[in-house]
């Protein structure tokens, strides 16, 4: 029996992924282990997101091409968005690898595998109709079960690789999703986490997220039901009324801000204002008043002037999320933002970082 080695990083549409790979991969012989020193076939499920994880998933390809040196026949593998970002050149940079599989092409995973052992391989077409729906993940144990009702993002936010690398936004139709729900439940799982990447702006026919959440929340035994990540223009009134109404909904929220200043959100291209944003928080904090509300910020955008950063720190001073993430801006090759002169620098990037987690920190304890 093959035995495979699966290492994941990155956000948890990526962990999602490595369980959809993992059950098509039991389904086809394959055995999973979790060391790679017993391991024939060793594979990184990568993120794209900023360079700093490519840069992790460069190094640990280094670090795992040992096994190949001590035992001849090994294959090491890179899928997921930096398989799709760097497609073949992949294979070109590392000598190591002998397959790149984007994250539309898990379906064939058993079949590329057994063709890797002939030769190196790349498969990275995106293919816009591909949910995975009909497919039944192998998941972690636990009580919580990521649950993916929507892959790939229109949004094309200027600094975000995302829609190159996991391709057009899709759906998976309500049944399927529900379907997924119940099948987590009844493995032992009490909370539910519907994944997407702007997964409210998620659709079927006529049905909105709402009735995505309405439909969720009405599996039995499901105890906590949740989602992420919501985008801020598909907060509808409904949405925040089912928020409002509870029961296995949790009065939770990561709703990413990226920038508190107009010019700034202008040229992400986030399709709202600050304005807007604010008015979604003060319509969730008023109908779900016990609300944990947490937020995703990136400093140093190009044009990020000192005026737009003081703007974002002024609005997370007075908001008081709950959490937040703070990144430093990082270049990403092929997106909009990337043909921007980049004006600030790396000190200054770092400077407003540390202003922002020392805010958020004094914010959390206060
Ligand atoms: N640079 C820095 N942060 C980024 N993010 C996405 N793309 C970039 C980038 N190029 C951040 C955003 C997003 C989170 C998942 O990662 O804040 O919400
Ligand atoms: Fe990236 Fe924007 Fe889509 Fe989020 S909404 S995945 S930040 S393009």
């Not at 050149?89 to 002998?98: A, C, K, P, V």
């Not at 997106?335 to 980049?342: F, G, S, V």
């Not at 970082?353 to 959390?364: E, M």
Request: proline share 6%.
């Amino acid at each position: 029996m093959t035995r495979i080695y699966l290492e994941t990083y990155g956000c948890q549409m990526n962990e999602a992924d490595s369980e959809l790979m993992s059950g098509v991969l039991v389904r086809a012989g394959f055995e999973l282990v979790g060391d790679p020193a017993a391991a024939d076939i060793l594979l990184l499920n990568t993120c794209a997101v900023r360079e700093h994880a490519e840069q992790r998933v460069l190094g640990r390809i280094t670090d795992l091409a040992r096994h190949k040196q001590a035992r001849p026949g090994v294959l090491l593998g890179v899928t997921g968005c930096m398989a799709q970002h760097l497609r073949g050149r992949l294979l070109e940079h590392s000598r190591w690898l002998d397959l790149v599989i984007g994250p539309d092409s898990y379906r064939d995973l058993p079949e590329l595998l057994a063709r890797a052992a002939r030769g190196p391989v790349a498969r990275a077409e995106p293919d816009p109709a591909e949910t995975y729906g009909d497919l039944e993940p192998l998941r972690a144990p636990g009580v919580r079960a990521w649950v993916p009702v929507q892959r790939g993002c229109d949004k094309f936010c200027a600094y975000c690789i995302v829609p190159f690398t996991r391709g057009r936004e899709r759906s998976l139709p309500l049944e399927h999703g529900l379907r997924e729900i119940r099948r987590a439940v009844a493995g032992g799982c009490r909370e539910v986490v519907l994944l997407g990447q702007t997964v409210n702006s998620w659709h079927d026919g006529g049905r909105d997220f709402a009735d995505l959440l309405r439909a969720a929340r009405a599996v039995e035994g499901l105890l906590r039901l949740r989602f992420v990540s919501p985008h801020p223009a598909h907060m509808t009134p409904r949405l925040v009324e089912t928020m409002a109404e509870g029961g296995p909904v949790c009065p939770q929220l990561h709703l990413p801000l990226q920038s508190a200043a107009d010019p700034v959100l202008a040229a992400m291209g986030r399709g709202h204002t600050l304005a807007d944003y604010d008015d979604v928080v003060r319509r969730l904090r008023a109908a779900v008043p016990d609300l944990a509300l947490s937020t995703d910020v990136i400093v140093g955008f190009p044009g990020e002037t000192a005026a737009d950063f003081a703007c974002t720190e002024e609005y997370l001073r007075a908001t008081r999320f709950d959490s937040a993430f703070l990144f430093k801006y990082s270049s990403r090759p092929g997106t909009r933002a990337a043909a921007l002169p980049e004006t600030v620098t790396e000190e200054e990037k770092n400077h407003r970082l540390a202003r922002l987690i020392a805010l958020q920190h004094d914010v959390a304890a206060s």
